[in-house]
């Protein structure tokens, strides 16, 4: 019936699951772009900075030097021969002069050079430092240089210096500004403004439009870099990664899409092959032992039903259990698992006779009074009294509680017990438990694992007890897995556990091994 609007729905899941692996990998190979042209702007930045810096330095040594000595009158054979050396030891100065007022009087460019003006100062800093941005000289008239004056003397630098080797890349954009001033000093393509002022103490990365952008300041000079790379070189990465992300993203698109197939065409196929695999008998028992938390014997054990495919294919009960109840197959199902008790056990029993057998019983078996006959048939096969039973019925069985109160009566009456399983996991109102008689409450494996975390999960296990001791009802906790929550439940009275603690589900003869060699241990005991 629901066929139809289920295809579609399967047809949409697919299609969302396959384009989120291809769009996800068209954003990998993009942020994946967008990083590394980040860090190439990064790295240029900081290429130009450094140069810069190398350049300070040497001025700043120059400087310090023409401070420092005493070389007589200005322009004076000696004043000159001290700037030469000045010069000579700076590669990126290309000249050094003494300046008064705008006017370099003399220089190392030679003695045949008059006076020249420098013309207005671009930047004046409070220590004394004067920088001119874009001067020319009438040695070099298409040549823009840098000048850095103080206390008389300047350095020439030509401008191009730390912007020059870098950027083999085509369209990227150098530059250095003043900084904290914000000024560009030298720039090779655009270099905006605005990027300019957003550079800080730290290096910034960031995209304006069609540029990926990366400001530096120095640390030792007031000084910083900006690299701007445009958005053209980062698609032409993207494509490049893509190229290599986009099958990888259609592979995932194909994995999932089989998945769901699989796993749709599982669940629809899935009452068949239940039935197929009735007839072929793959279902099998393991049983779980029921542990008496006082004394630690094993007084009983829980049937747990498994199904391995004849292709070795194992298939979990919480797989296959609701697709059977959904499909009015379980009742089958537990047909089967009581013809297995009922042929497998008598054994069991008579070598223990007060052993114990929860059986699970779903709403389906619950609601229809043929169970109790099977029961009973099921009993009478093992020789067992009926006491050695333990019914286990979840809380769902009893949103009709009419129905599933008939046949709990009789079962009870019959000497079988019953326990309710799973408790407070279900939706049901829990008036029931107030209108019926019961002999077992399972505390479900989830509030048992609640003991050693959150603190209000633990309470509602608390909760639980306390209402299982006011309703007269004996406990089972599920899911018992570390020595901690046994001794908890065993300190707040908790009769019985079971859990991976005390033992895993086992093969029936694994049982009754294991059952002779603690009967063995006990006679030997002091
Ligand atoms: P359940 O009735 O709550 O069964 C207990 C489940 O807890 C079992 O899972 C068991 O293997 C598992 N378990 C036991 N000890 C531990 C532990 O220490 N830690 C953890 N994490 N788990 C533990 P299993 O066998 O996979 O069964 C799952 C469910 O399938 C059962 O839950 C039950 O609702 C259903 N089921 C199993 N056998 C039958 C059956 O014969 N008939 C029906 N109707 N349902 C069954
Ligand atoms: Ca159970
Ligand atoms: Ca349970």
Redesign the pocket.
Known sequence: MHTKSSTIITALVIMVGMAIPIALSAYLARTGAVEAEKSFALTYANDVLARSEAVLRQVDTGFRKLDQSNAGAPCSPAHRALMKQVDLASSFIQAVGYVEGKTILCSTLGAEFPPIDLGAVDLARANGVNLRFNVVFPFAPGSRFLTVERHGYVAIVHKDLPINATANTPGVALATFAYPELRVITANGLAKPEWIKSATTSNRTFIDSDYVVATVTSKHYPIGALCAIPIANLDQRTRASLKTLIPAGLLGSLLFAWAVLYVSKLRTSMPSIIKGALKRKEFF??Y?PLVELSTGKWVGA?????WRRTQGEFI???TF?PV??ENGL?QK??EY?LDRVATDTAELFRRHPEFHL?????SA?LHDEATVSMLLRMAAATHARHTNFIV?A?ESSFTDYGLASVVINRLREEGFAVAI??FGTGYSSLSYLQRIRLDYL?I??SF??ALDTSAATSDVTLHIIEMAKSLKLQMIA????TEAQARFLRQKGVQYA?????A??MALPELMRQLEERAAAELTAP
């Not at 829980?302 to 498994?306: A, H, N, S």
């Not at 599920?478 to 897995?481: A, L, M, R, Y």
């Not at 079971?498 to 005390?502: A, E, V, Y």
């Open positions: 028992l393991e779980q829980e049937v747990l039903i498994r979990r009960p919480d259990v059977a109840e379980i199902v537990t698992v929860g059986i699970n019983l779903s078996d286990e979840t399983d799973d399972k479900d494996k048992v694992a599920e899911g018992v897995e079971q859990g991976w603690l005390f895993r589900p």
